[in-house]
């Protein structure tokens, strides 16, 4: 979620908590961190640009598997 921003990710699940659940508003500790700016994990000295890493990688490759395969099914 810290990868990817909270504040949207908080978005994206009051979109789907009405599908998802009986949910009609954000639990309270995600409201809390949205509204402070903080991130939702307490990572360890340099944790975080470890992850960030990972992500972008993790992201690209994503990325590049689509390109290959895009032109071969209808998305």
């Known amino acids: ?10 978005k994206v699940m009051e979109g789907l908590f009405p599908d998802l659940c009986n949910a009609t508003k ?3 500790l995600m409201q809390e961190k949205v509204a402070s700016g903080t991130k939702f994990y307490a990572y360890k000295n340099g944790e975080e640009e470890t992850w960030e890493e990972v992500w972008t990688d993790f992201t690209h490759d994503i990325r590049k598997l689509v ?9």
């Open 26 to 28: 954000l639990p309270r």
């Open 1 to 10: 979620m810290d990868l990817t921003g909270l504040p949207i990710y908080a």
């Open 67 to 75: 390109e290959k395969y895009e032109k071969k099914i209808k998305l």
